[in-house]
């Protein structure tokens, strides 16, 4: 039977690559999004000419409703699922001095709390031997905050840990692991000037761009490994080395 793969976020940027490296991988997938239509529907389209099979479904997951929703449809539609990547996050700048509760609240839904849900929700359709994923983030990491998104850093940082207890809880019937990318090319930065850039780039060993299809493949090569489990691949161009020396 084909193995089913579902990517939270996944009509553009990271998502949307892991979501192509799946379907390579001989994954049916599962493409959540919220509001692009377009792209998404693009998407799907794209995994069909290349021979896949694919499903777009909307749903907001940094809601509870959305998340039963996502997982009504995808129970629905496949009864059991083989892989879970947790992709969507929301990195929104906060001024320390100015942050209020509500601050608080919306980042870690956004880059926590509904990962936490989406797995919990998920483990009565996962496959014996499948796997939960992570999006973290290099600013997740041991010495690796980020002064100008503290409670997105936070956040990031919560979800290792979250994806460790899950791995020991869970040892006997699916892994659950993290892949953190440093900077990677995605409509993420589309705002982002050339200057602002250059200089984020300058914090890498490698002053380049990380490709959303090195994250992809970080998953795929973590689903297929039966016996990694618990762990965090850091693919960052060297941002983490320069952070710690
Ligand atoms: N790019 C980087 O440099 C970088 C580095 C480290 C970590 N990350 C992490 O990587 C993940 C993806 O980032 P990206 O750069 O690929 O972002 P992106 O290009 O902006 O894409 C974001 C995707 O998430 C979807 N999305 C956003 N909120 C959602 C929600 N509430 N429910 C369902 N889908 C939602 C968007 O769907 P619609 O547009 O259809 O609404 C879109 O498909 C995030 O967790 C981010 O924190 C990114």
Redesign the pocket.
Known sequence: MTKVALI?????????ATALAFSQAQYEVVI??????A??NKLVDQIKQNGGAATAI??????DA?VKKLFAQVEKQYSQIDVLVN?????IETNFGQLTTTDITNSLT??FS?AVMCSQTAIPLMKKGGSILF?????GLNYGSNPNLIL?SAG?AALINFAQSLAESYASDFRSNVV??????????DGTTADDIARLLAQNLQAEW?Q?DE?ANAFVFLAKSPHITGQTIVVDAGWQKIKTI
Request: hydrophobic residues 30%.
């Open positions: 939270t976020g996944a009509s553009k940027g990271i998502g949307a959540n999004y919220r509001d692009d239509h792209s998404a909307a749903a907001d997951v940094f809601t959305g992709n969507a996050g929301q990195p956004g880059n509904s999006t973290g983030s290099i600013y997105y990031k953190a990318p440093g900077y990677t090319k995605t409509p993420a930065w990380i959303a994250i």
